[in-house]
């Protein structure tokens, strides 16, 4: 019994320690400061993380937006208010789909291939040879991943929004035949700038940090062997996936439920 | 050559990006430019605002004109205080001038909808709308509509 | 005159565990300057992680590692990159950067701790490469190259700022006899002629007690023997035998410890 209650403790400790050491590892990416070679690797970081992320972006976006005013018309035409539908999607998307598809999108295509370069470079001593080069390699290697990763999601969420809202136009105006006039005038009437823009940004900026934190971290913290990265690639998508959910949940209440 | 084409890519995903928000900021939003934040507050009491929330439109013959702000319980009164936002180009409503809580289409949404008077005096800010018609509330349509079968 | 009069490195009382486990306990080493030192020692006992502890990469749980006066575990994060300057290391696997190209991988160093133009640049990463005999391979990514040559590759980078101490872990392990002897060769030749101090870290005895000037012997957290080659191969001592001669069996057991053999049969 009492040794049932030590390995619980024993476990929760454990969670603790890795959840410090990962918090160090933040303020260190976060504070460190850019030497002379900074601004090339951040490019490229932006180009592996963000550039090769449009695809999967612009093509779920696209999907989700047509799929999104499809099911919208068939419930709204029975209320004869199919006009809506363009409120209806772009509501959903900006203030919910959007950063939260888009995040999760983001953990499985760059938040894994994140970590298992980290980890690679780990396994094959390339973070021990920098260090004895006296390089950190939080700076060189983990900062600007960290720094693209965040700036990357907003910047995907947003160009989620707008595809997917052309998206729902093409279904629901092209093909569906709702009036392109009050389409729009119904969108622009409900969408808010600073409430519903703004709020989608800042819910895509905070799940940016979060599932580039968790990847870099895992990556890091990674067993170096292919066992060790195949989990660490894995637990980065099973995290970040949550943690976006649980912070999406919490997000909203803060945002949108008038506490 | 190779690092070119990348700073390339990195521009172009970065101008997409900000031309996303823009997009969404004008033709989605409907945010226009020079409009900007300037408008002045006018306050109305109603006894009932049947579900007119914060952001609902306030329009005068059904073209918008501002939003509504805030809503709060005045604890002289006990009436409802809403708070409106009316775009400061729209300084010719009258002192006189009527709110009602309106309602678009049988299920849409409630908003206000303001009817000028005949005063000479214009509402400036901080101005309270003295004639005003709450919201029609079913339940009581219903209780009146049966009380008037009753008594015939 | 004895080796270890002038030494570069002086480890004292050095206690290191994982876990339960001992690597190291109260272990005194001295590295004498300028010349080949190695430390061997079967697989699992450690050497590399001496390597780690001297670079500053772990940290000792007791003891000193004085490296010229500054004792590593006893500095601080800028400070040991400021030491560090002054060691280089060639790891087990290379750890070439994939992302760059050999000439890149050994200007990289420079580029780091120099103020150096990219002409001047050039000429020393040409020069380290010569001297590995890779000059002709400078624009070829590390995924071209074979084993032996990134190894060779990662030699040029660590010895690419003069560093007066060079590390070689694990050398020859995986080697073809020809890249082997290239190594072997190479590592006592840039020792001669750049006049470092080198450790070695390897269980590869014959290529290894060839060129060192010094070995340690480690085995179960304690230094077993010590002194030149002639030294070790004049010593009486049974474990040191069966290290030397690479017999399967001795002191050093054949089995990992275990319950009764015949007893766990028979539980069956």
Do not use: C
Request: glycine share 10%; no cysteine; net charge negative.
């Amino acid at each position: 019994m009492f040794t049932k209650i030590q390995a619980l403790g024993a476990a929760g400790l454990d969670k603790l320690e890795a959840f410090g050491r990962s918090g160090i590892i933040l303020s260190q990416a976060v504070f460190a400061i850019p030497g002379r070679q900074a601004w090339p690797l951040f490019i490229q970081q932006l180009y592996s993380v963000g550039v090769l992320s449009l695809i999967i972006i612009i093509v779920s976006g696209l999907f989700i937006g047509m799929v999104l005013s499809l099911q919208g018309y068939t419930i709204l035409v029975d209320y004869g208010s199919e006009q809506a539908v363009g409120q209806m999607v772009a509501l959903s998307l900006v203030r919910e789909l959007s950063p939260v598809v888009t995040a999760l999108l983001f953990a499985g295509r760059a938040g894994s291939a994140l970590t298992a370069e980290i980890g690679l470079m780990k396994a094959t001593e390339q973070l021990s040879s920098l260090e004895m080069i006296g390089v950190d390699p939080l700076r060189r290697i983990i900062a600007p991943r960290f720094w693209a990763g965040m700036l990357s999601l907003p910047l995907l969420s947003m160009i989620f929004s707008v595809v997917g809202i052309w998206g729902g136009m093409l279904v629901g105006v092209d093909w569906l035949g709702i009036y392109e006039g009050s389409f729009w005038s119904n969108m622009q009437n409900s969408v808010d700038f600073s409430e519903d823009v703004v709020n989608g940004l800042i819910k895509a900026l905070v799940f940016g940090v979060a599932v580039t934190w968790i990847a870099v971290y895992q990556g890091y913290d990674s067993v170096p062997t292919s066992e060790g990265i195949s989990q660490a690639t894995t637990r980065t998508v099973v995290y970040a996936s949550l943690a976006v959910l649980g912070l999406d949940f919490i997000l909203t209440a803060l945002m949108f439920g008038d506490l | 050559m190779r690092i070119r084409g990348l700073e390339l890519a990195v521009g172009f995903f970065m101008l997409a990006g900000a031309l996303a928000l823009l997009v969404l900021a004008l033709k989605v939003s409907g945010l226009t430019l020079s409009e900007g934040s300037r408008s002045y507050k006018v306050y109305a009491l109603f006894e009932n605002i049947g579900g007119l929330t914060s952001r609902s439109k306030v329009t005068m013959s059904g073209v918008k004109i501002g939003h509504v702000t805030a809503i709060v319980l005045d604890e002289d009164q006990l009436m409802a205080r809403v708070e409106m936002a009316i775009d400061s180009n729209v300084n010719y409503l009258s002192l006189d001038s009527s709110a009602s809580i309106l309602t678009s289409g049988l299920l849409g949404e409630k908003y206000i909808g303001i009817t000028t008077g005949a005063d000479e005096e214009m509402l400036q800010d901080g101005d309270f709308i003295e004639d005003t018609q709450s919201a029609l509330v079913l339940e009581e349509l219903i209780g009146k509509f049966l009380f008037n079968e009753a008594t015939e | 005159m004895s080796y270890l009069d002038d030494s570069i490195i002086d480890i004292r009382q050095l206690s290191f565990a994982r876990g339960d486990r001992a690597i190291f306990d109260a272990v005194d080493i001295r590295i004498p300057r300028g010349k080949i030192t190695a430390v061997m020692g079967p697989s699992g006992t450690g050497k590399t992680t001496l390597l780690r502890l001297i670079g500053g990469q772990l940290k000792p749980d007791q003891g000193q590692i004085v490296l010229d006066n500054d004792n590593i575990p006893a500095l601080s994060r800028k400070e040991l990159f400021k030491v560090r300057e002054k060691m280089g290391m060639l790891f087990q696997s290379g750890a070439l950067f994939t992302d760059m190209s050999v000439f890149e991988n050994v200007a990289f160093p420079i580029r780091v701790h120099t103020d150096l133009s990219e002409q001047m640049i050039r000429d020393v990463v040409l020069m380290k490469l010569h001297a590995v005999g890779l000059r002709g391979a400078a624009d070829m990514m590390p995924s071209e190259l074979s084993g032996g040559m990134a190894r060779r590759v990662a030699l040029a980078r660590a010895i690419a700022l003069d560093p007066d101490l060079v590390m070689y872990d694990e050398p020859f392990t995986g080697q073809d006899p020809i890249a082997m002897g290239v190594l072997v060769n190479l590592i006592a030749r840039l020792n001669k002629a750049l006049g470092h101090t080198s450790i070695i870290v390897s269980h590869d005895i014959n290529e290894t007690l060839a060129i060192a000037d010094y070995i340690y012997l480690i085995a179960d957290a304690k230094v077993l023997a010590h002194g030149t080659a002639e030294e070790l191969r004049g010593n009486g001592s049974e474990q040191v035998r069966q290290f030397l001669d690479g017999l399967p069996d001795g002191p050093v057991p054949f089995h990992f410890p275990a319950d009764d053999y015949l007893d766990q049969l028979m539980q069956g």
